[in-house]
């Protein structure tokens, strides 16, 4: 019997106030090891970005999930998280027998079977590689819509709430990208708004 393919499921962008919340999903080859898998947190972001290539090249399968900033408003992120996860697995293109998740909590309708694992993404490489993906891609994005959305200043902060990102929902009110069942950025609507 062969072995039961495992996928590492992570997310990113759970805490900022604008964007998309990110899932990966990533099933490794171990016959290609990828030295230097770590918690995407605590890696430099040129590491993250030296390191996704390299997880997307050598893995057997990996996939994006995404649940935006509309959604999340409407299922809350809690539930927008798992929304993500269950389509990064759904996206892969190999469907994988048993699936670690970050976290404390599985996300129902998931195509196999599943066990959470309370900061997986330092202790188990497969969820170290989909943290990564996770977190470069968010990065990426918030990248852009800092070209869409210059006056908010993602690029500086990733839409995590600053001080300079409060002052800015101040002054322009919060974009199309924003969360608005978020408290701070609640705060600057008019009333009916949400």
């Known amino acids: 019997m062969s072995a039961m393919l495992i996928c590492g499921v992570d997310e990113a962008g759970r805490g900022p106030l604008a964007g998309s919340v990110i899932a990966a999903a990533v099933i490794l080859d171990p016959a290609k090891p990828i030295a230097g898998l770590a918690d995407s947190k605590k890696l430099s972001a040129s590491a993250r970005e030296r390191l996704a290539p390299q997880i997307r090249e050598s893995a057997l399968a990996w996939a994006i999930g995404e649940a935006t900033a509309r959604e999340i408003d409407q299922i809350n992120i809690l539930q ?89 929902l101040r002054e322009h009110g919060p974009s199309p990208v924003h969360r608005r069942s978020f408290g701070p950025v609640a705060q600057t609507l008019l009333p009916g708004l949400i």
């Open 80 to 168: 927008a998280t798992f929304l993500a996860m269950c389509r990064a697995v759904a996206g892969l293109a190999i469907t994988p027998g048993h699936a670690l998740i970050d976290g404390n909590r599985v996300p129902a309708g998931l195509p196999c079977s599943a066990e959470a694992i309370v900061k997986g993404d330092a202790k188990e490489p497969v969820i170290s590689a989909a943290s990564i993906l996770a977190k470069t891609f968010r990065d990426a994005q918030l990248l852009e819509l800092d070209q869409i959305y210059p006056q908010y200043g993602f690029a500086r902060h990733m839409g995590y709430p600053t001080a300079a990102h409060l002052q800015a």
